[in-house]
C-alpha cells in the first residue's frame, strides 16, 4: 500500500479508533497523508517502517465544514505507536501527529528529528532505535502532561537538553543504550515529581549530576552497566524518599559515599558486579527501613560493616561470590526479623564455624542457601551445627539448600514446614539421619 491508497482507505473514516498497517506499508510507503492527523478518535496507529525520517503536527483542516473539526478530542488513553523493525522503504516525507496526542513510541532508525513543537498533550513519549536521531529539541521543556519520558538505544544523543528540567509531571525516566551521552544536564534535580530513575548502558556516563539529590520525590532508582561511572554525588544521603537502590555492572564505581547510610526511606538495596568496590557504608546497618540486601560479585569486598548487626528490620541477605571476603561477623547471625538467608560461592571458608546458637537468633528464618568452594571451583565440606536455624511454622513453608555437606544435622526431620530439600555436592554424605 503506497500513501495514496492509505488516503484513499482513510477518508471518511473519522471515527477510526485502531489502525493497524503492520507489514502493509514498509515496502511501498512514499508518505503519510495529513489526513492522519485529523482522526480525533484514533486510540492506537501502527507503522511498521524504517523510511520515516521527520515528524511534524497535523495541519488545520481545510475548511470549518471537513469531518475533521467535529470529531471529538482523544481520550486519556489515546495512543499511537510508530513501529520501525526492518530496514525497507523508501523514505517518507512526514508523519502527521494529532494534535490531542497522549501516547507517542517511535521505533524509527531513520528519524533525523522531532517537531520544534511537539503536542502538548502527551503524558508518555517514549524513543526507542532513533539511530539517527542526533538531539531532542528545547522545546521538549513545554511538554507539561508528560508523565513518562522513555529514551532507548539513541546512539547519536551526545546530550539532553537543559529543558529537560521543566518537565514538572515526569515521574518514570528512563535512559538505556545512550552510547554517547557523557553527562546528565545540571537541571536533572529540578525533576521534582520523578519517582522512577534507570540508567542502563550508558557507557560514557562518567558522573551524576549534583543536583541529583534534590530529586525529593524518587523512590526507585537503577544503575545498570555503566563503566565508566566511578562515583555518586557526595550528597546522595538527601534522596529522603528513596527507597530501593540497584547498582549492577558498574565496574568503575569504587565506593558508595558514606552519606548512603543517611536514606532514612531506603528498603532495599542490590549491588552486584562492581569490580572496584571495596566496602560499604559502615553505618549501613543503621538505616531504620532496611529490609532487603542482595550482594553479589564483589570481588574486592573484603569485610562487612560490623553495624549490619542491627538491621532489626531486614528480612533477606544474600551474599554471594564475594571472594575477598574472609570472615562473618557473629552477630550478622542475630536478625530477629530474618527470612531468607543465602550464603553462596565464597572462596573463603567464611562459613567452616558458624557459631553454636546459630538458630537461637533467628527465630523466623524460612530459606537457608549456604555453599562454599575452594581456589579451584570445587564445593568445600560444610559443618553446621547440631540445631538448624529453622523453626517450622504451619503458616509458611521452609526450604533448606545445602553443599558438600559431610552429614545432615540429626533433627532436620522436625521441619514439619519443609517442602523442599536441595543436597548438592554432598559426596561424603553416607547416610540420612532417622
Not at 46 to 53: I, P
Not at 215 to 244: K, N, W, Y
Request: contains cysteine.
Amino acid at each position: 500500500m503506497d500513501g495514496a491508497g492509505l488516503a484513499s482507505l482513510l477518508e471518511g473514516c473519522w471515527r477510526l479508533r485502531e489502525l493497524d498497517l503492520d507489514d502493509c506499508l514498509h515496502h511501498a510507503v512514499q508518505w503519510v497523508p495529513p489526513a492522519m492527523g485529523h482522526h480525533g478518535c484514533l486510540q492506537r496507529l501502527l507503522l511498521h517502517t524504517s523510511a520515516l525520517t521527520s515528524l511534524s503536527l497535523a495541519p488545520a483542516p481545510a475548511s470549518p465544514d471537513s469531518p475533521a473539526s467535529a470529531t471529538a478530542p482523544l481520550d486519556s488513553n489515546a495512543r499511537v505507536t510508530l513501529d520501525a523493525a526492518t530496514s525497507m522503504g523508501n523514505p517518507s516525507d512526514l508523519v502527521y501527529l494529532p494534535l490531542s496526542l497522549r501516547h507517542l513510541h517511535l521505533q524509527c532508525p531513520s528519524l533525523q528529528s522531532l517537531p520544534e513543537s511537539i503536542t502538548s498533550s502527551l503524558t508518555h513519549l517514549s524513543l526507542v532505535s532513533c539511530s539517527s536521531l542526533p538531539l531532542l529539541p528545547p522545546s521538549i521543556s513545554l511538554l507539561s502532561s508528560l508523565t513518562s519520558l522513555t529514551l532507548d538505544n539513541c546512539p547519536l544523543l551526545s546530550s539532553l537538553p537543559h529543558s529537560l528540567g521543566s518537565l514538572s509531571s515526569v515521574h518514570s525516566l528512563r535512559l538505556v543504550s545512550l552510547s554517547s551521552c557523557a553527562e546528565l544536564p545540571h537541571t536533572f534535580g529540578d525533576l521534582q515529581s520523578l519517582r522512577l530513575l534507570s540508567l542502563h548502558h550508558c557507557g560514557h556516563l562518567q558522573h551524576l549530576p549534583p543536583s541529583l539529590p534534590y530529586l525529593s520525590s524518587l523512590r526507585r532508582l537503577t544503575i545498570m552497566h555503566c563503566d565508566r561511572l566511578v562515583s555518586l554525588p557526595a550528597d546522595f544521603g538527601q534522596l529522603e524518599s528513596l527507597q530501593e537502590l540497584t547498582v549492577q555492572h558498574c565496574h568503575g564505581l569504587e565506593s558508595l559515599p558514606p552519606c548512603a547510610a543517611s536514606l532514612s526511606s531506603l528498603t532495599r538495596l542490590l549491588v552486584t558486579h562492581c569490580n572496584r568496590l571495596s566496602h560499604l557504608p559502615a553505618s549501613l546497618g543503621l538505616l531504620p527501613s532496611f529490609k532487603h540486601l542482595e550482594i553479589s560479585h564483589l570481588r574486592l569486598l573484603s569485610s562487612l560493616p560490623a553495624s549490619l548487626s542491627n538491621m532489626e528490620l531486614l528480612t533477606l541477605l544474600s551474599l554471594d561470590c564475594c571472594n575477598s571476603l574472609t570472615l562473618l561477623p557473629p552477630s550478622l547471625f542475630h536478625q530477629p526479623s530474618l527470612e531468607h538467608l543465602s550464603i553462596t560461592n565464597m572462596q573463603h571458608p567464611v562459613l567452616s564455624s558458624l557459631p553454636p546458637d546459630f538458630g537461637l537468633h533467628l527465630p523466623r528464618l524460612k530459606e537457608l542457601h549456604l555453599k562454599e568452594h575452594d581456589m579451584a571451583g570445587h564445593p568445600r565440606a560444610l559443618s553446621l551445627p547440631a540445631s538448624l536455624p529453622l523453626l517450622p511454622s504451619p503458616q509458611h513453608p521452609s526450604l533448606v539448600a545445602f553443599s558438600s555437606l559431610p552429614s545432615l544435622p540429626h533433627d532436620i526431620s522436625a521441619l514439619t514446614s519443609l517442602l523442599s530439600l536441595h543436597v548438592d555436592g554432598c559426596y561424603a554424605l553416607t547416610h540420612l539421619p532417622p
